[in-house]
Nanobody, 116 residues
Framework: QVQLVESGGGLVQAGGSLRLSCAASESIFSIDVMGWYRQAPGKQRELVAY???????VYGDSVKGRCTISRDNAKNTVYLEMNSLKPEDTAVYSC??????????WGQGTQVTVSS
């Protein structure tokens, strides 16, 4: 079972930046897709961004142009750089890993709060 540990959340003012990290317990070479999702109170979980093992990236419409997802294979870590944060970005951000023939795994999440 893959363990995913998120970090980097916190309180930031609107217009600010944060970098979230997701550290995996095993080599991310074995992970087909790693992504970030978020869920705000009373809302459905939505895709923020994901990156494939080949380096292909996809971003949710609400964050396009403001976020960058990247991976450091040597550190088994995926990062989410978020800029120009808005109050509506406030949510719990969770890391997800999808491995063929094994399944989907989630971290416990990290809270991001953007104050106006």
């Amino acid at each position: 079972q893959v363990q995913l540990v998120e970090s980097g959340g916190g309180l930031v003012q609107a217009g600010g930046s944060l970098r979230l990290s997701c550290a995996a317990s095993e080599s991310i070479f074995s992970i087909d897709v790693m992504g970030w999702y978020r869920q705000a109170p009373g809302k459905q979980r939505e895709l923020v961004a994901y990156i494939t093992s080949a380096g292909r990236t996809v971003y949710g419409d609400s964050v396009k142009g403001r976020c960058t997802i990247s991976r450091d294979n040597a550190k088994n870590t995926v990062y989410l750089e978020m800029n120009s944060l808005k109050p509506e970005d406030t949510a719990v951000y969770s890391c997800n890993a999808v491995i063929s023939f094994r399944g989907s795994y989630w971290g416990q999440g990290t809270q991001v709060t953007v104050s106006s």
